[in-house]
């Protein structure tokens, strides 16, 4: 095997991939990334890597890679490819037009996740200055806005109240929809070294995962609870720490509303909730809840983490609450070891939701319609800015079927293939008039754009991500951006094709703004970063170089104390049945990121070449499935194909599967139901049935094919 090169030069930097936000050295031989080196001074990983961040790389320098501009009159043409400036000008113009014709509230846009804190800052600036609206949203919205919505109410903040190395000091560890082994996987490794050293683990998960079972990781107790039942199971934990009195009263007396804490003690300790009712429904032992609600009340330190398992329900928001009120009353906030802590599923979904990519508020979490607030957006921005709330990315969808709603901006999101109902969404995109897309590669959401913008990958610029710790940490340009510019400066010449004239001279100027504009970010600077390494907001004159735990002292509400929120369990309107008997719900694996736009073009793919049906042997037989068989997935809203995995890590009527690859197109079948609060879609819970086929169709490797569409692949029947 011949020695790798060696590397002439390396640049610190942070990798994009998921919520924990490792450090890297990046090093590169002749303008060309050669190696990627976990960075152990990273104090978010401390010298630790997953094989994303390590091998994961090279997909910024993949043949399909686009690297020109292009622009095209309708989605049936094909694409011209034009110069920057034509770009540009071609894009303002259209969407000058459309808002001329239709209305300045016609168009809006979408940031994202993957792209820097600098860059999410530019896109809502130029939603509310250039376009004058607030039609700004981000793919928080499809995964972590309950988080924001359900922390704030509780304990004041929408983000993890410790840093990661807080969980080496917790004696219970309790997992609520997450998988972190995987989907976390240095964050899960710390979290095992924990375990080993005897911490006892609670999971709170529908399938056997890796973080239930696995190498130096087993749990004490797994609530495998049935997909939709997750506030039902919260709420009768709660009610066996209100019964059994395992409350901290001292703690809830001194820093909580006490008149809110017995209204929330007269729900949860109902007879309704008591595990002898929750668990045939959830299909849980009734026992089983009891023990983990002793074991959690119990501590001394216990600290929960949750994901994407929580908040994709039209119960999303509830669940977060359910969460806040169970570290409320058992005094699990304010000190290491504790807290409550959302694992952010994209390295900068903690950024995108801090920085005002929210139809209702700026950077800051501060409301557009707060008189004050806007104010001094207008200063710093020279334009009036509308104080109404916008539309939020379903709402623009809806309003764009509806014939209201006719351009988008949309950065770095591929919201045909990661956004639910997907028939409704490429509806959407089908009736707006310009579509500007900025990314790397042609995805689905290319099809039905009209501008495409090549942009730069997180290796081809400079700026910050903020972690799921709330960590800011430095992204450095390792490379030169392929496209000629990184994406901060695309938007901000997008921005005075416009008509809006301003200038940045680096991305650090960009921080410096959102410093001035946002109370939690207002001590941040590339210059202390630098110095530091890396600092978690609120970062200010009382916190100069950070804060790793919050609520201390108190909650950041205006009295200071934390709120017990009412969290009635109501089913969710997806049911099962006869003909569609199963729940399927959806997840990650280690070695892909999100819907594979970056990982599939590494050498990640050899691990996961596609997605694949994981069913219960149970459910398979009498279907007549065998192991790698091709079945379709049927549900009220679409079907798709996919290769069947028999398994015992899903309990007999739930099936499972990954989003990675686009030709699965996972989202033609889930739901359309969303959150009550934040129209977070249920992505965790859609009634399926499963029939065995000979091979797939052509109509189901192309779009999705809904039912009753012509030409579908015969079915057989069972096997014998």
Known sequence: MPNPLKPEKSVVTT??????????????????????????????????????????????????????PMIRASINDPWTQVSWE?????????????????????????????????????????????????????????????????????????AASQHFDSILQADVIMVVGANPTEGHPVFGSLMKRRIRQGAKLIVIDPRRTETVKSAHCAADIHLAIRPGTNVAMLDSIAHVIVREKLYNEAFVRARCEW???????????SDRYAPEVVGP???????????????YAGGPNSAIYYGLGVTEHSQGSTGVMCLGNLGLSCGMLGREGVGVNPLRGQGNVQGGSCLGSWPHVFSGYRFVTDDATRQSFEAEWGVSLDAEPGLRLPNMLDAA??????????????????????????????????????????????????????GSSSLEKDGTFTNAERRVSRVRKVVEPLAGYEDWEITVKFMNAMGYQTSYSSAGEVL????????????????????????????????????????????????????????????????????????????????????????RRTANSMWHPEDVLEINADDAAPRGVKDRDWV?????????????????????????????????????????????????????????????????????????????????????????
């Not at 190696?35 to 997909?59: T, V």
């Not at 008149?259 to 300790?269: A, K, R, S």
């Not at 919201?415 to 689905?444: G, R, T, W, Y």
Request: charged share 20%; aromatic share 8%; with cysteine.
């Open 15 to 68: 990798c994009a991939y998921c919520g924990v936000g490792c450090g890297f050295k990046a090093e590169t031989r002749g303008g060309k990334i050669v190696r990627m080196i976990p960075w152990k001074e990273g104090k978010a990983n401390h010298g630790h890597s997953c094989i994303k961040g390590r091998f994961a790389y090279d997909y910024y320098n993949a043949p399909d890679r686009v690297r020109t």
């Open 86 to 158: 034509e770009a540009f000008s071609h894009a303002a113009k259209e969407l000058k037009r459309i808002q001329a014709k239709y209305g300045v509230k016609s168009v809006g846009a979408v940031s994202s996740s993957r792209c820097t804190n600098e860059e999410i800052f530019l896109v809502q600036k130029f939603a509310r200055a250039v376009l004058g609206n607030n039609n700004i949203d981000n793919c928080a919205r499809i995964c972590h806005s309950p988080t924001q919505f359900g922390l704030t109410n509780t304990i004041g903040w929408g």
């Open 259 to 269: 008149n809110e804490f017995e209204n929330w003690m007269g729900l949860v300790g």
């Open 281 to 295: 429904m959830a299909g849980v032992d009734p026992e089983d809840i009891r023990a983990a609600a002793r074991l």
């Open 401 to 454: 079927v509806a014939g209201s709603f006719k351009g988008m901006y949309v950065m770095g999101e591929d919201p045909v293939q990661s956004d639910p109902n997907q028939h409704h969404v490429i509806a959407a995109m089908k009736n707006m008039e310009c579509v500007v897309l900025h990314d790397l590669f042609l995805n689905e959401t290319s099809k039905y754009a009209h501008v495409f913008f090549p």
């Open 512 to 599: 410096d703004e959102i410093a001035r504009l946002s109370p939690a970010y207002r001590g941040m600077s590339f210059a202390l970063i630098d110095r530091i390494g890396s600092a978690q907001w609120p970062c200010d004159e009382n916190a100069p170089e950070g804060t790793e735990v919050l609520h201390r002292v108190k909650f950041p509400r205006a009295n200071g104390l934390g709120a017990f929120m009412l969290t009635e369990y109501v089913p969710t309107a997806e049911r099962t049945s006869d003909q569609y008997p199963l729940l399927l719900t959806t997840g990650r694996i280690l070695t892909q990121y999100n819907v594979g736009t970056q990982t």
């Open 632 to 720: 379709r997935i049927s549900s009220r809203f679409g079907q798709i194909e996919l290769r069947a995995a028999l398994s015992s890590r899903v309990n007999p009527g739930v099936v499972y599967t990954t989003f990675h690859h686009a030709k699965s197109k996972a989202n033609a079948v889930t739901s359309d139901l969303s959150d009550w609060a934040t129209n977070c879609p249920e992505y965790k819970v859609t009634a399926v049935d499963v029939v065995r086929i000979s091979a797939p169709t052509v109509a189901g490797a192309d779009e999705g094919a809904k039912p009753g569409v012509a030409a579908p692949a015969k079915e057989l029947e069972p096997a014998e």
